[in-house]
């Protein structure tokens, strides 16, 4: 069973707006965490922004905020004020305490922001 | 940035052929994993090791195999690539616990003819 959805296969965003990756997550685990990764078209995984289970605030990194929605499984990703260098893929993942704390990563959703 | 390298960083085998992928870190962390990345799929988890000669198999494990004989080199091997192996392989690191980022290395593209 699929553990992390991402259901936006592509989005497009204006410059200078926000724009919001939708990610939902399965597990039974009471303590996970959640995180999102940004994969420009160069290919490396870069990490933008944790958040643990039991964290009551929702994560920020700078402009990279985290929506986290506990009893909807739901860890949204909110970029504010949208650059053009912003334009990627985006993978949401989860890690649980079995599998030696590996990833589970959803499909991914492609942004564009255009001019 | 975290100190992890992959070699080699492109690859062209044919099918039948075993190919060995290396991973290399200098960050001394405890945690090393094999993902592969398909169109459609996001990254999937083939192996990891929590530690010199433990490891255990990941969602997508057959066709591969691991070694790690020593703390900072983690070896992915197809005993013999098949085009179905066409993909893109990541190494990762990482610490022990939930809230500890996991660091990817460049990647190797694999392409089995």
């Known amino acids: 069973a699929q553990k992390i959805t991402q259901t936006q296969p592509g989005m497009f965003v204006q410059e200078k707006e926000a724009v919001t990756l939708d990610c939902t997550y399965d597990t039974s685990d009471p303590s996970y965490g959640l995180f999102w990764y940004k994969q420009p078209s160069s290919g490396e995984m870069i990490f933008l922004i944790y958040?643990?289970?039991?964290?009551?605030q929702n994560a920020t990194e700078g402009r990279y905020s985290l929506n986290f929605q506990k009893a909807r499984k739901s860890a949204n990703l909110v970029i504010s004020a949208s650059q053009l260098g912003d334009s990627a893929m985006y993978f949401c993942a989860m890690r649980e305490g079995n599998s030696g704390y590996a990833l589970n990563f959803g499909k991914g959703t492609s942004l564009l922001v255009t001019p | 940035d975290a100190g992890i390298t992959q070699s080699p960083r492109h690859k062209v085998t044919e099918t039948g052929t075993p190919v060995t992928l290396r991973c290399h870190q200098t960050e001394n962390h405890r945690y090393m994993y094999w993902y592969r990345q398909d169109p459609g799929h996001g990254l999937r988890l083939i192996h990891y090791?929590?530690?010199?000669?433990?490891?255990d198999k990941g969602e997508v494990s057959d066709g591969y195999s691991v070694s790690r004989s020593k703390t900072e080199d983690f070896l992915l091997t197809l005993e013999s690539a098949t085009s179905s192996q066409t993909s893109v392989y990541f190494c990762a690191i990482s610490e022990a616990g939930l809230a500890y980022e996991q660091y990817f290395g460049p990647g190797t593209r694999l392409t089995v003819t």
């Open positions: 090791s929590y530690g010199v000669k433990d490891t």
């Open positions: 958040q643990g289970s039991y964290d009551q």
